[in-house]
């Protein structure tokens, strides 16, 4: 699998941009901003991206979705928990944070277990609700993108619409601390980590804080 990441956007969004080495068809995850960087790194990859997925809708994820489709015609996918936020300011945030943000709608709903398929690279959807709704992670080929459920140390805000700390610890627990110790989490801010670690060492699960 081919994979790079850009930071973008206000809030230092990981966007990750993946491949099939063989056919060489990609996709984009969580577009969050500063397209012409994602732009860039497409070209540098030399693929051509078939699916924009959105681990959530929250505008920090999604706000270059409309850039990216009218350029590549990739389709949009994301959870239909998370699907309204996509052509909501309001529900995105974005009208809270500056000019209001709007998305095409989603080509497709993806669902737990769903198997996403570009050229020969798949990934495994998981439904990891907690910071959103919708939110989900996507796992292959030794990753775990986890958007903003999973961080280096930390887990994703729960004080927003639609939050919940007690559904997003067990989504982690449950959905992603059972993957193999040297899975890479590739989260949606902030520097990776490995499930191993996070597992072990990660503040929010240690000496019955998950509780």
């Known amino acids: 699998m081919i994979l790079e990441s850009v930071v973008v956007g206000s809030v230092f969004t990981n966007c990750y941009v993946l491949g099939c080495e063989k056919t060489r068809n990609g996709a984009i995850i969580d577009p969050g901003g500063d ?4 732009h860039d790194l ?45 052509t909501d300011p309001e529900k995105n945030l974005s009208i ?54 999973l961080f280096a140390g930390s887990i994703g805000r729960t004080d927003l619409a639609g939050g919940s700390h007690r559904q997003l610890l067990e989504s982690i627990r449950i959905k992603l601390f059972p993957l193999a110790d040297e899975t890479r ?17 990660n503040p929010f699960f240690q000496d019955g804080l998950s509780l």
């Open 42 to 86: 497409v070209k540098k990859l030399d693929i051509l991206p078939r699916y924009v997925i959105n681990t959530h809708g929250h505008a920090d994820h999604m706000s270059e979705n409309g850039e990216m489709k009218k350029r590549y015609g990739a389709q949009i996918l994301i959870h239909r928990g998370d699907a309204p936020m996509l």
């Open 96 to 149: 809270f944070m500056g000019p209001a943000i709007v998305s095409p709608p989603a080509d497709r709903f993806v669902e737990e277990r769903d198997i996403i398929e570009v050229g020969e690279v798949r990934l495994k959807v998981l439904h990891t609700p907690g910071h959103s709704p919708g939110s989900i992670s996507l796992v292959g080929h030794g990753c775990a993108f986890t958007g903003d459920a």
């Open 185 to 201: 989490v590739c989260s949606g801010h902030g520097p990776e980590s490995t499930i191993g670690w996070e597992r072990g060492q």
């Open 35 to 38: 397209a012409g960087l994602v």
